[in-house]
């Protein structure tokens, strides 16, 4: 069985640019969450989506947003990037919405400059 | 998180030495999960305890999750160079989202 896929690995924008990362879960996984890894902040999490729909939200501010699709794949988005949107950004996949064996994909990593 | 700290925050050990991570929560623990991480890579589940005083192994690495003191503990023995990397602990306190911890790194001497 194929694992979590995220693309692209990495990435490189300006502040004020806007970028999605994609992420693909496990096949058969339906439930996707998001989380920002940085040096000083460790691993946060961003949201959750199970069945297209958000279930959960971290403390993140409006710029950062996601959706999922009907085969559950994943996308999300930041507006207006600032340098303090650099980071690993890890897409995790589930069976189950309320089960936290998640299986990580390799992450994104984005330099914003 | 603050909701989650580990202890020590890194760790070198010689090749073949026991050692311990400590994952500590401010609020009550309902389940805890430990997680792998290389250096800049994914993370590798590692396993889960749900009940209090339960202990689970796998391989040599074995954790014990203690509700009273709202604190798991990963033990390793006999590392090996395979078992370095960053070590997370992760729980959902409040019932809407997923915490990690502090995170441990690991190394492993030769």
């Known amino acids: 069985k194929a694992g979590v896929t995220q693309t692209p690995r990495y990435l490189i924008k300006t502040r004020g640019q806007q970028v999605t990362l994609s992420c693909s879960p496990i096949s058969g996984h339906r439930s996707v969450s998001w989380y920002q890894q940085t040096p000083g902040q460790g691993l946060q999490f961003l949201f959750e989506y199970f069945s297209e729909t958000q279930r959960n939200k971290g403390n993140f501010p409006g710029r950062f947003s996601g959706r999922q699709f009907s085969n559950s794949r994943s996308e999300m988005n930041v507006s207006t990037l600032e340098l303090g949107d650099s980071a690993l950004y890890l897409c995790a996949s589930s069976l189950h919405p309320d089960s936290y064996e998640q299986y990580f994909g390799p992450g994104t990593r984005l330099t914003v400059t | 998180s603050q909701e989650l700290e580990q202890s020590p925050q890194s760790l070198i050990v010689q090749e073949g030495k026991n050692l311990t991570i400590n994952c500590t929560s401010s609020?009550?623990?309902?389940?805890l999960y430990w997680y792998k991480q290389k250096y800049g890579e994914g993370l590798i589940f590692l396993m889960m305890l749900q009940k209090g005083g339960e202990e689970k192994s796998h391989e040599k690495i074995t954790a014990k999750l203690d509700e009273k003191k709202q604190q798991s503990s990963l033990h390793i023995t006999a590392s090996q160079p395979s078992h370095a990397g960053i070590y997370l602990c992760g729980a959902d306190p409040t019932g809407n989202q997923f915490y990690f911890g502090t995170g441990t790194s690991l190394t492993v001497i030769p």
């Open positions: 609020k009550t623990l309902y389940g």
